[in-house]
């Protein structure tokens, strides 16, 4: 079973790579960026944390491998995010609120709504993170490479 989310989490990764047009020499990496993501988060579910926090952690890894790999392969840091992130998306989760608010099932639906809410919060939150502490890294070099 966990090989297998490893292996549809790096094609969902690299398919929405193609998706969004990603240079075909990025797709690989693209894969592998949300399947480590995954893997991060399956780990920490497995463990019995609660899905928003290992979304965030699992995102805060998408956005570090993304960084790295943008410096590496001198490609857009966006092209890795955006692919990386998708297997985190709660995309079934929102997809069953809305079919209990159809079915007139309002407390599942809130329920559920508010969780893919809050995973989605988490996802952002995550990259957010991730952005500041690259930052803050930056602007420490370049102090100490301005004072030196």
């Known amino acids: 079973m966990f090989f297998e989310q490893l292996i549809t989490s790096f094609f969902a990764a690299s398919g929405f790579g193609i998706i969004f047009s990603a240079p075909k020499r990025s797709l690989i990496q ?11 988060y ?3 579910v497995d463990i019995e944390v609660d899905a928003v ?10 956005a570090v491998l993304s960084q790295l790999c943008a410096k590496w392969f001198k490609t857009p840091i966006i092209i890795f995010n955006v692919s990386g992130i998708i297997p985190l998306v709660p995309g079934g989760l929102a997809y069953d609120a809305m079919r209990n608010f159809v079915e007139n099932n309002y ?11 809050l995973i989605s919060g988490a996802i952002a939150l995550g990259l957010v993170f991730s952005e500041i502490i690259n930052q803050v890294i930056r602007k420490a070099k370049w102090k100490k490479k301005t004072h030196a």
Request: charged share 5%; glycine share 8%.
């Open 42 to 44: 399956i780990i920490l």
């Open 53 to 62: 926090p290992a979304t965030v952690a699992a995102s805060v890894v998408v």
């Open 107 to 117: 407390d599942v639906a809130l329920q559920l709504a508010a969780k893919a809410l």
């Open 30 to 40: 693209c894969g592998v960026v949300g399947m480590l993501g995954w893997i991060v």
